[in-house]
């Protein structure tokens, strides 16, 4: 989940619990609002919250999701291996 120095969260948009939502998710993670749309969908993102209508997601899921899949090389990526 590395992520620029530009594309910095706001910790403002942080709830003192460590919900954010959507967008804010998505930038975390560095991938788009519609990729995690799609993943709430056909599953394998990361686990979110039902709000009333609003989606959060908790900010140690988004981590844990963000480093489930470490890969050495592209061949273990390729063979689903985690790296040691």
């Known amino acids: 989940m590395a992520r620029s120095a530009d594309s910095a969260i706001d910790l403002?948009?942080?709830s003192p619990v460590g919900f954010v939502d959507v967008p804010t998710a998505a930038a975390f993670c560095s991938v788009s609002?519609?990729?995690l749309d799609q993943l709430r969908i056909i599953g394998g993102g990361p686990k979110?919250?039902?709000r009333g209508r609003k989606i959060v997601y908790h900010v140690p899921?988004?981590?844990a999701w963000g480093t489930k899949e470490r890969?050495?090389?592209n061949a273990q990526a390729a063979a689903g291996l985690e790296a040691a």
């Open 61 to 63: 899921d988004l981590i």
């Open 12 to 14: 403002s948009k942080v």
């Open 33 to 35: 609002k519609s990729y």
């Open 71 to 73: 890969f050495a090389s």
């Open 48 to 50: 979110f919250c039902r």
